[in-house]
C-alpha cells in the first residue's frame, strides 16, 4: 500500500513551483520525461553536463542521463528523499543544498559527505562516502613547503 502523504508531496511541490521547474530543466537538458511511480516523474538521457551526477532531483522530478534501471532503486529511493526535501524547503531548497554542499566540501575535501541534505537522503544510497572531517584549523594554518 502506498504512503497516504505521497499526494500530499506531490501537490506541495507542484505548489511551490519546484516540480514545474524541475520539468523545465529536463527538457532543457532534452531528456525524456514519463510518469513514474508515487508522483514522481523520470527524466531520462539528460544531456547537459551540470550539475555533474548520475541522478539529481528538482521537485518530484528525478533526472538522469542515464536510464531510471540503470540507475538502480536504491538511487531513486535517495533521490525521492530529495523530493520530501523540496516539499519542507520549497525553492529555497537549491540554495540551502548549496550552501550544505559548501559546509561538507570545507569540512571534508567532499561535496556530500557533510552536506545534511546528502546525509538525510542516505548517502550510500545515493552512492556517496563518508568521508571522515578535518579540523577545522586545518584551514587555517600556514601551509610551508621546503
Known amino acids: ?6 499526494p500530499l508531496r506531490a501537490l506541495a511541490n507542484y505548489v511551490n513551483f519546484s516540480t514545474f521547474a524541475g520539468i523545465a530543466i529536463a527538457r532543457v537538458g532534452h531528456a525524456h520525461i514519463s510518469h513514474g511511480p508515487r508522483g514522481l516523474w523520470y527524466a531520462e538521457g539528460y544531456s547537459l553536463p551540470f550539475p555533474v ?3 539529481f532531483t528538482v521537485g518530484n522530478v528525478i533526472i538522469t542521463p542515464r536510464s531510471i534501471a540503470e540507475i538502480g532503486e536504491s ?3 535517495h533521490e525521492e528523499r530529495h ?3 523540496y516539499t519542507v524547503c520549497g525553492t529555497l531548497f537549491m540554495p540551502l543544498y548549496l550552501t550544505a554542499m559548501g559546509w561538507s566540501w570545507i569540512r571534508t575535501g ?7 541534505f546528502e546525509r538525510a537522503a542516505g548517502l550510500s544510497d545515493g552512492g556517496y562516502l563518508d568521508v571522515p572531517v578535518r579540523p577545522l584549523r586545518s584551514l587555517f594554518q600556514r601551509r610551508v613547503s621546503c
Not at 1 to 6: E, G, I, K, S, T
Open 53 to 55: 551526477a548520475g541522478a
Open 110 to 116: 567532499d561535496r556530500a559527505a557533510r552536506n545534511v
Open 1 to 6: 500500500m502506498d504512503n497516504p502523504v505521497v
Open 83 to 85: 523530493a520530501w526535501q
Open 75 to 77: 538511487a531513486v529511493a
